[in-house]
Structure formats: structure tokens, C-alpha cells
């Protein structure tokens, strides 16, 4: 089985050494941390630690978690909602709530399990993310681009990579953002005190986003008082939750992103309010280019409609 190794190095004061990587690792229990800690595969310092040893600023912590080796994702029969389709390529509008592809914790259910459902074809053996050019967050509905083929697959990654693809997506945000258009350069990477989030670092990956304000509201009354304005962002770069930590860092954050933003909305979102609306590219085939576009879905068109009111 393979091993995937953590390393992180204490800041503070965190107390017992199982409740700190708890922290560091959300993904996997405290009690399944306490086993790997009792067969040897953490080590503090370069020597085997206890559960409850008090780990004190400074300590070098390793974590090997072992890894399962990746299973072929099941074809499932879950409807999907397709904006394009050709003989090379499909563009799919993801609901939110739908995990892209298979993880830990999300073996089913997946867009790729539609995806193989609705196309065979697409299997390949070894490959627990066929067709996929790009993904987007669990609750972060839209349009996401799927290969048929691999030679299509290539040439859409290689679009990515040297910036030809454009999408934009919709976003609320809290307060009223000055000025009314502007572009956010923030090197983004892993935040190395919650791993398993993002933040803007010194030492990042260049990262880029585009906006501009398209309404504003202001809600006096009632428990959802503030204001909030409702945006086009366009990222440049594609680094994970690029969008969601350039906005929170300038101090207008995703309204109802629960991680980068407030812990409770005050507007009563169903979830954080990006959709990616619109994506444009070159057709793999043909050179073509072709520009596609989801409409706002009815939860947050909702939210907007409460706004204007």
C-alpha cells in the first residue's frame, strides 16, 4: 500500500499530539490517528511519539498515512444536465452538492460516476478521474468540461495551462467592493496552519482574478442586515478555491462560504453563492472557438430576487 507523507511543524502551543493532528487532518479520525501513532507511522522530532505527548513550538511532526491504491469508479445512473455535447467533448452544468470525482468519503455519487453511466466510452483502466479537463468545489455549481478522448483531453489541459480557456462566475459577496472593477494578484498556496485550506502566501503559486461589480444591495431590516454586491470574477490562474480565498483576502468574502468567510450568513443561504456561469475555449478538434453558458440556478436566483425586493 503506499504512503502519502505529512510533515508540519508546530507553532504554538496545541496540546496532545493526537488532538493536534486531528486539527491538521480533518479527513481522518482521532482514533484512527491514535492507531497510526501506536504502530510507529508518526514521528516527532525523527522519533516515534505517544498520543498524548504535549507537542511544544518547534517540533517537526511526520505523518505517513497510507494510501489505498485507487479503484475504478463505479458507472452510476444520475442524471445530468448537458449544455454541449459533440463526438470529442461534452460541457456538463453541475448542481451543487455533487462531489466531481471520486475521494475519500465520497467513493459514489460523483460526477464521474454519472459520467461513466452516461459514457461508457470514457473508462479507462487506472484512471479514477476519465475525461476530466478541470473541476470545481463540492457546492460550487456550473459548467465543467469533460474529454471523450484523450488526445481531446491533452489538447483542452494544454489550453488551461497557457491561459486560452476563460470562465467567469457569478459570486454575492459581502459589502460593496471599491473600485467597481479590479484585478486581484495574490499568490496562493496551502495554508500551513489548516492544511486543508488555502490562503494567500508570500512563497505561493502566482494566482490572478478579474472582477467587476454587476448590482449592489443594501438590506436594512432584520436579521440579514448589510450589504452585499453581486460580481463577475475571472480567474486567470486556476489554484484551488482561487476565487473564494482572493475575495475573503481583500475583505469581501463569498457570502455562505463557511470557510474562508463567516461561520453564519446572515442572508439564509443554502450555500456559498458561486456558480460558474460562462466558459469559452478553442473546440479540441475543429479550433473553433466556442463560448457556453449556464443559467444562475434556482436556489441563488432566489437570493438575489430577496435582495432586490
Given amino acids: 500500500m503506499a504512503e502519502r507523507r505529512l510533515e508540519f511543524q508546530v507553532r504554538e502551543e496545541k496540546g496532545r499530539l493526537d488532538r493536534f493532528l486531528a486539527e491538521q487532518v480533518p479527513d481522518v479520525s482521532r482514533s484512527a490517528m491514535q492507531r497510526l501513532i501506536g504502530e510507529g507511522q508518526v514521528t516527532v522530532n525523527g522519533e516515534p511519539s505517544k498520543a498524548s505527548y504535549k507537542v511544544r513550538p518547534g517540533d517537526q511532526v511526520l505523518v505517513l498515512l497510507p494510501v489505498a491504491e485507487p479503484r475504478q469508479p463505479l458507472a452510476e445512473a444520475i442524471p445530468l444536465k448537458i449544455v454541449y455535447e459533440d463526438a470529442v467533448l461534452l460541457v456538463v452544468d453541475k448542481p451543487a452538492g455533487m462531489v466531481v470525482h471520486p475521494a475519500p468519503g465520497h467513493s459514489g455519487g460523483t460526477l464521474v460516476n454519472a459520467l461513466l453511466a452516461y459514457c461508457p466510452e470514457l473508462a479507462v483502466a487506472g484512471d479514477d478521474r476519465p475525461g476530466l479537463v478541470h473541476r470545481l468545489d463540492r457546492d460550487t455549481s456550473g459548467l465543467i468540461l469533460v474529454a471523450k478522448s484523450e488526445k481531446a483531453r491533452r489538447t483542452l489541459q494544454r489550453q488551461f495551462k497557457d491561459r486560452q480557456v476563460r470562465k467567469a462566475y457569478l ?11 479590479g484585478r486581484i494578484e495574490a499568490p496562493i498556496g496551502r495554508d500551513p496552519n489548516h492544511r486543508q485550506r488555502m490562503a494567500v502566501l508570500a512563497g ?4 490572478i482574478t478579474e472582477y467587476h461589480v454587476l448590482e449592489q444591495f443594501a438590506k436594512r431590516l432584520g436579521p440579514a442586515a448589510g450589504d452585499y454586491c453581486l460580481l463577475e470574477a475571472e480567474p486567470a490562474t486556476g489554484r484551488t478555491h482561487q476565487i473564494r480565498v482572493h475575495l475573503a483576502s481583500i475583505g469581501h468574502p463569498v457570502v455562505g462560504d ?7 450568513s446572515r442572508l439564509a443561504v443554502p450555500r456559498q453563492f458561486l456558480h460558474a456561469r460562462r466558459i469559452g475555449f478553442k473546440h479540441p478538434s475543429t479550433g473553433q472557438r466556442l463560448e457556453l453558458e449556464a443559467p444562475l440556478p434556482d436556489d441563488l436566483a432566489e437570493i438575489l430576487e430577496m435582495l432586490r425586493q
Wanted: glycine fraction near 14%; aromatic fraction near 4%.
Fill in 204 to 207: 505561493g503559486r502566482e494566482a
Fill in 258 to 264: 463557511t470557510v474562508y468567510g463567516r461561520r453564519r
Fill in 171 to 181: 459570486a454575492l459577496v459581502d459589502g460593496h467592493l471599491q473600485p467597481a472593477c
